[in-house]
């Protein structure tokens, strides 16, 4: 047994401190702070790839916009709660131009984030009808939206997707959706944390059982474009962001600001209601809110609550972002590919040392390079593995924390430096040696 890059003890002692018992269930924070005591306490360098942050510089055209907005005096004033003209009208064009669906200005509404764009949205569509109480998840996902249910006493299903691939998703969604009472389904295309991305038939079989079953189709694009096997950033050109929305008028997709424009500081995104559920008059909300309408009610009951709007120079940030890309001046596939050649890589690196790509297929293509993968190593449990890479100085989450059934971590490349892949090849040759697979 060769000796590890950090010593056992060194991490042993920081999990306990932290009162951690089973590790495959430790928060991203934890992982973090164990990492970071870790270092300091070894002196070696740890490869962190738990959070999924972005790492590269904001969108500057953003950055200028949204300054020029303070200068001329935004931040006095409320901004409106539908959110302001020109950002509205720049996510209806983006949306033409980059996703190839029509949705009238009116229907795309800024949020605080896509966090606070789907909290609103569970939020508003678990009250739309009383029969239907119920999210279901298509897993593995963001831990945040579960969260976000349980804060607000919604109950929920889920099932991981990694044995429902292809046309077995459909009958799984049914097994789930006959019983009546699901509201809102929800899933992010490219996925966190896996990076699979759902395809055409797989949209199109949601979409068709969306509409038998009357589901409100929640669409996470926070990655959007971002599947860089395919150039998906010539504006008003196929190929196009694929979406559930081709497939069903059931929909809410929610494009964040936040990866795909770095801009997640500003906390900045849309939410962009099919104009069929924005007008729809669903009985139990209209009993509760002045019977108003879908979209009137989460403009101007839930968004006023939570936030009473979105900041006005993040507005002006964004919208400017989107008009520089419909119009063909700014490239934001360029700006963020990087995410890709890291995950190429790095999985060069881990599969060379006998690891395994977990959710490594779409259909019959090898998932994208991007943002996140997922590792599993031999026999060891999510947990296992994760701890002991960390002796080895590289901190990952578990994928049991994010709704998956597989034994495997989720590995993130937004912080990934230059220098750092050959230390981790070092490191992974060191640690496939002290733990042969058997086979
Ligand atoms: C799938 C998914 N949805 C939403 C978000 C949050 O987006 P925002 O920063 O716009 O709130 C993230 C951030 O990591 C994410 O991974």
Redesign the pocket.
Known sequence: MRPTPISREIIDRAIEEYGIMDYANATIREVKAIAERAERESGQEFIKMEM??PGLPAAQIGVDAQIKALQNGCARLYPALPGEKMIKDATSRFIKAFIDVDIPAECCVP????????FASLLTITQSNKKKNKALFIDP??P??KLQLEIQDVPYETFDIYEFRGPKLRAKLEEYMAKGDVCCLIY?NP??PAWICLTEDELKDIGELATKYDVIVLE?L??FAMDFRVDLSKPFEPPFQPTVAKYTDNYIM?I????AFSY?GE???MACISPAIFNRHYPDLSARYDGLPFGKVFITRTLYALSSGTSHSAQYALAAIMEAACNGEYDFRDDVIVYGERAHKLKEIFTRHGFRIVYGMDGDQPIADGFYFTIGYGNMTSGELARELMYYGVSAICLATTGSWQEGLRVCTSFIQDHQYKILDERMAIFAENNPIES
Do not use: L, W
Not at 111 to 118: E, I, K, P, R
Not at 256 to 259: L, M, P, Q, T
């Open positions: 999924g942050i949020t605080v984030g896509s966090m606070q764009g789907t996902g963001f945040v939206q992010s996925n966190n996470d926070a990655y929610h964040s600001g936040s990866k997640a906390r900045i995104a």
